[in-house]
């Protein structure tokens, strides 16, 4: 049943695989592409099983399915890991190795390497979902300075030093994440400045560059869909203005504010409704919508979204908006 569905997946998918086996992307998407419990990454040389079924143990006899099918028609993949979202341990959920030995440590994407830990946490340390979105910022932020908050493994940082940024600061609440960044950096050979890397909760910090009246020519918004510390709460789904409103005063005349909203249950029309009310007073306005890639998404996809996107293509939802200051009276 499933074999059909990975045949067509990978002929979709012919453009992606370059020949040295050093890209990421998603191979098969379950949830759209006719099987839901299942989605399958790859990075580099390795391939990620990502098992979402409720009972993780009625889905083994697919996975050995799919797995000997792509370890033959992938002749070249090296390793194997399952990722078990339901799992009994936090070493399922990081994920197993499945099989072969050496699993890759970076990947290349639009010429920039990215340090990986496939197996850091619950997710791959890298979003392909926001592969679009590092491209723009290689392409438009030369010379600029940039915030990255909730940076996670810093990627967007990468992609931005990549493009000539004079300056980019991450903060993240896990040092172990940041640690990560510094590795893509020295893989770019990037200079470390210790004082760009803030492991530090956001509300703090952002609150702490406001009082030293910090700006940067772009500042770019990635929280987790809902998170909460002592100093704060992130819930994408009803307060997301309010995050937005957090950061625009670090943000210089003329600079970019690029806000992503990824939760599956916030409908595009909702969130672009937020970004529309927020832009009222002439002090914000949508430059543009960044879209998810394909491959992530899924070809001639069977299962519709949980909630409508539109008018974005996917529940990862970016926006870039641009800021003006007000002008204080002389």
Known sequence: MIIPLLERALASRKYLFDTSHES?????????????????????????????????NQNQTIIQEVTVFL????????????????????????????????IDRKIKEYEVWYAIDLTLNRDASLYLDTRNLRKWIIENLKDKTVLNTFAYTGSFGVAALKGGASRVVQIDLNREFLNLAKSSYSLNGFPIQKGNF?????????????????????????????????????????????????????????????????????????????LEVMCKDGYLKIKELIPVPEDFIGYNPIGKPITDPSPFNHSTKIAILEVKRKQLKK
């Open 198 to 274: 803030i492991a530090r909760d956001f509300f703090e910090q952002v609150g702490n560059m406001k009082r030293l009246g910090q700006r940067f020519d772009c500042v770019i918004l990635d929280p987790p869909f809902f998170s909460t510390t002592a100093k704060g709460k992130v819930d994408l789904e009803k307060e997301s203005a309010r995050l937005i409103n957090k950061v625009r005063p670090l943000i210089q005349d003329g600079g970019y504010l690029v806000a992503i909203n990824n939760a599956l249950f916030a409908s595009g029309k909702d969130y672009m409704q937020t």
């Open 24 to 56: 990421a992307f998603r191979l098969f998407n379950g949830f759209t592409e006719g099987y839901p419990d299942l989605a399958l990454d790859i990075y580099g040389q390795t391939l990620i099983i990502h098992n979402y079924a409720d009972d993780p």
């Open 71 to 102: 370890r033959t028609a992938l002749s070249w993949l090296r390793a194997g890991i399952i990722k078990t979202r339901n799992g009994s341990t936090p070493e399922e959920k990081r994920g197993n190795l499945l099989f072969g030995t050496e």
